[in-house]
């Protein structure tokens, strides 16, 4: 009876192991968001800001559907509003970091949201839709965003792939 119930439990986790998503490298690990910190010093409490997360670049064989993007470390002082996913030609290029409201941000509230639905990259490609990440300045953060998971579905299997990218948004004194 026990061996029994240990087998049950076996399949089970095993189950369970098959449903959780596998650690992806279809997305290029060496874009320019990569390599360095973006940031502002003059931010302000209450401040929105947009930060762009890398543009996928899917570098395997096969297409890929992203289902999902999330900031993985965010500091104490700065909360994540939302994340919305724009066509590069709508925003005349990639705003990696832009205050809302501000003189040269687009309007996303009038744009395209594509992250209402999966965003399909063919192999070799990389995206004309990009992710970013809205968020706000609450008190003076304890230091930097940093980290950008994606998950994404290749052939029928989930994935989850963390990319670098970092933004630091200091309040002004």
Avoid at 14 to 30: C, N, Y
Avoid at 136 to 163: E, H, M, V, W
């Amino acid at each position: 009876m026990a061996l029994a119930a240990a087998l049950t439990l076996l399949g089970c986790s095993s189950t369970t192991r098959e449903d959780q998503p596998r650690t992806g490298t279809a997305l290029a690990v060496d874009g320019a968001q990569s390599s360095g910190v973006v940031g502002n010093e003059h931010a302000r409490v209450g401040d929105v800001w947009y930060f762009a997360l890398p543009v996928p670049y899917n570098t395997s064989e096969k297409p890929i559907e992203i289902t999902e993007v999330a900031v993985e470390h965010v500091p104490s002082g700065m909360k994540v509003l939302g994340y919305g996913a724009y066509d590069l030609e709508d925003t005349e290029g990639l705003p990696v970091l832009t205050k809302k409201n501000g003189p040269h941000t687009p309007d996303f509230d009038k744009l395209k949201n594509y992250a209402t639905e999966p965003v399909k990259v063919a192999a070799g490609t990389e995206s004309d839709i990009f992710y970013l990440a809205e968020v706000q300045i609450a008190t003076p953060p304890k230091g930097s965003a940093r980290k950008c998971r994606f998950a994404y579905k290749q052939g029928g299997q989930s994935y989850t792939q963390t990319l670098d990218c970092e933004v630091e948004l200091r309040v002004a004194k």
